[in-house]
């Protein structure tokens, strides 16, 4: 740790203590709080802050932000702490602003299918309030606890956004409380506007960096008539996303579009007690009507099989399903109690779908060449592909190995006209591939932040 | 016209004879050329450049913007001339930037579903050179000559947008020539990404006052299985537009769902000789499967019904669709035509779904409240609607009854949380009410534009 976030500086100091008469016991600054409050779920070290604030509102928030930007104090945005590139680390000290009791629904228009939130609802809460409406909220990063808020500062996205898309395209407006202390809803409520700059869409994936998201307005969709999931194992990974990409370009009505490959369906046989063949599976779900669901699964299984793929099992009841998908569900978790003291630095890239196959065989192989344990999860439907390298920390030589590895996968991903990040987004982790990914892009990103954000109060360290 | 572009500065002269130098006939200042270069589609007054300019490549566009900026010459980008306010107007003079010899389709990636085009590629050019790869360009602002740069510019959207999105949906990356000169490609072709702000909607919807759009890359779609057309009489407008928004609601594959109201069908009667039902109309058309089309067709009859329609004719085949749709088609020019001698002003507000029968209904009161003419055509689907206001520009005292009717209805809109403008954008036209829609977000937006264009080169007048 800093010796500098011990001792605050002065500016810091009466920051805090300015806001402690304003947030009493909503102001902390106990360490094992400021610890829960700086990342902790990667390979980053954690960079703690000062104290942590708990806004009720808006108005809170304002007050926060005048406080913070009168000394120029760091804020960080914290919704779930969820995030995977140390975007909740304060490298520079200062105060997170934690959104956890903004947590109302604020409003449910089933008649214009979208909803109105604090931005530190989260997506299972939204979920289980719409229950009764016959609607739902798809975006599903796959962390459930994440809020809103925090899904729209990252520009998440998940298994889902292959259908419905990403946090991009369902943020519908947002509040956000600038450096100057001014509130800016960025749009109303339409469906579609060519008012003025899309000031909607720089907030959201700005990561916290150009301002304070406390409300937003999402999209909903009606709960699909019919659903079809299924899973089938390829003969080679290369087939797996080249059956994928078959699909999409066909228009099946896929909704979700899941790949695991072998030493990840090995990782969840063990962990989740399954029986799966070790060998590329795709998990797939279709969204639509019985007939449409029904046709798109043969349509599905006839380009699998041509592929190579065997014994595709399908369900659509809902146990079955669950069933069917619970390998993807523990994916993750079972690959971090695969090989415990191991550390998992998930990587992110996104290719154009005719490169997905090459890009993916060109990753297994690298992964081979280099000894790593590296099991692969993948939306691609989307393009985009997770790596999660489990490295030993304390490993100084396999740390270089890992950052080679990690260099090696997003030019790679660049060569294929792809994206260093597909959803999990820049945060500290990525930083280092913004300018290569961008080029002259990041002298405009570097603009719009010194523009907004003179002082360098939001989320310093992140993104630029 | 104002003396002071008669005899341009010295600033704009000097630009010009440079730029006379490198681009020799591919510059011209005659009069004629420079009309046909200034609004010419709407009630606003054309103001005209001082010179127009043929770029041929980036590099051409490059040379250019450091020309002018140099000078603080002001530029107007120029796809085709259809956008609706104004925004190829130059009210402080300066040079038009024609990209209609940009015109090469760049590469059709049919696996990625997405192709690269210059900007002044238009969307009927696109479409042909697309017919025998199954694939489509789905935005269809109704102007065929639209160039894509322009769409992409205003942020267009159209008749197909409730299904496939608007501009700001389907542009995968622009590549922009800023204030600087520097060249900026905002995005690779991955279909998501989160890495760093998303310059790409900042310049989607910025009407050339950031930057000037050379190039693009935008999303395809696989033309589908099966497509019904279908046409639908009404007896009250608030029918028509409660059966629009729950066809929605339901999640029907609605591709096209598009309102005329009483008197545009009589205009559309005596114009296209046809001989339509007087009534409000709904035309819808599905793209689907036979099956799902034949479905969602029933459903919405029987939807329809409920609410009073009546006559309801499908057809399924290319011919018939026509034939059904034609209405739609001559919709603008049958008014147009029906009063000589008076000119339109299209307005195009949109509101949520739950607000459009409401928003519609106190719409077309407040028209014969005020002895207006002004047929409605909307794209109900997306809660957008434009009546047409049909004006004698010679009568100040209309224009004032005008003025004040459009102030009404964009009043209405924000009060139903909708938009003043759903896809034309602002131009010149609708500035006085970016600030009622936008509040503070407006200094956001000028500090964007001040950030990125500190001499304000770009489209001066438009927007902001």
Redesign the interface.
């Known amino acids: 740790m800093n010796a500098g976030h011990i001792q605050p500086s002065e500016r810091v100091a009466t920051v805090i203590a300015e806001l402690k008469e304003l947030f009493g016991e909503r102001l902390a600054v106990g360490e094992a709080i400021r610890r829960q409050h700086a990342n902790s779920l990667t390979f980053l070290d954690a960079q703690l802050p000062d104290a942590v604030v708990w806004p009720e509102s808006t108005a809170d928030v304002v007050a926060i932000v005048r406080q913070a930007s009168a000394l120029a104090v760091p804020l960080i945005a914290f919704g779930a702490g969820t995030s995977l590139e140390g975007h909740v680390n304060a490298p520079d000290g200062g105060i997170a602003v934690d959104f956890s009791r903004m947590n109302r629904v604020l409003q449910v228009?089933?008649?214009?299918?979208?909803c109105s939130v604090e931005a530190g609802v989260t997506r299972q809460r939204l979920n289980a309030d719409l229950r009764d409406t016959g609607l739902f909220f798809p975006v599903d990063p796959g962390a459930d606890h994440a809020t809103l808020g925090g899904m729209a500062a990252?520009?998440?996205?998940g298994t889902t956004?292959v259908r419905y898309g990403?946090m991009?395209?369902n943020v519908l407006n947002v509040t956000v409380v600038?450096a100057s202390g001014?509130?800016?809803?960025?749009?109303?409520?339409?469906?579609?506007?060519?008012?003025?700059?899309?000031?909607t869409?720089?907030m959201?994936?700005?990561e916290g960096t150009?301002g304070l998201i406390t409300e937003l307005t999402v999209k909903l969709?009606?709960t699909p008539e019919h659903v079809i999931a299924a899973v089938v194992a390829f003969a080679s990974i290369a087939g797996a996303c080249r059956a994928s990409?078959q699909a999409?370009?066909?228009?099946l009505n896929v909704a979700r579009l899941e790949l695991l490959d072998t030493p990840q369906i090995r990782a969840v046989n063990i962990r989740s007690k399954l029986a799966l063949l070790e060998a590329p599976t795709l998990f797939v779900e279709f969204h639509?009507?019985l007939?449409?669901c029904t046709?798109d699964l043969e349509t599905f299984r006839a380009m699998a099989e041509a592929e190579g793929a065997q014994n595709l099992r399908a369900a659509s009841d809902e146990d079955g399903r669950r069933q069917l998908w619970k390998a993807r569900h523990d994916a993750l978790w079972a690959v971090k109690s695969s090989w415990p003291g191991r550390e998992a630095l998930v990587t992110?890239v996104?290719?154009?779908?005719?490169h997905l196959a090459a890009a993916v065989e060109e990753t297994v192989a690298d992964i081979a060449a280099h000894g790593l344990i590296a099991p692969i999860v993948g939306h691609v439907g989307?393009?985009?592909f997770h790596a999660i390298v489990m490295f030993d920390p304390h490993d100084t030589s396999e740390a270089k190995t890992v950052e080679a590895f990690l260099d090696r996968l997003v030019e790679r991903?660049?060569r294929f006209?792809?994206?260093?990040?597909?959803?999990?987004?820049?945060g500290q982790g990525?930083r280092r591939?913004?300018l290569r990914?961008?080029?002259?892009?990041?002298?405009?990103?570097r603009?719009?932040k010194?523009?907004?954000d003179p002082k360098g109060i939001f989320n310093p360290g992140k993104?630029i």
């Open positions: 228009r089933p008649d214009d299918l979208d990252t520009g998440a996205s956004t990403s991009r395209d600038l001014e509130v800016v809803k960025t749009a109303q409520r339409a469906r579609k506007s060519s008012s003025g700059y899309d000031l869409r720089l959201v994936g700005s150009l969709y009606g990409t999409i370009q066909l228009g639509g009507s007939e449409s046709k992110d996104a290719v154009p779908l005719s989307d393009g985009n991903a660049l006209e792809g994206t260093a990040t597909g959803e999990h987004g820049i990525k591939f913004l990914e961008h080029g002259a892009g990041v002298d405009v990103m603009t719009i010194q523009a907004l993104v």
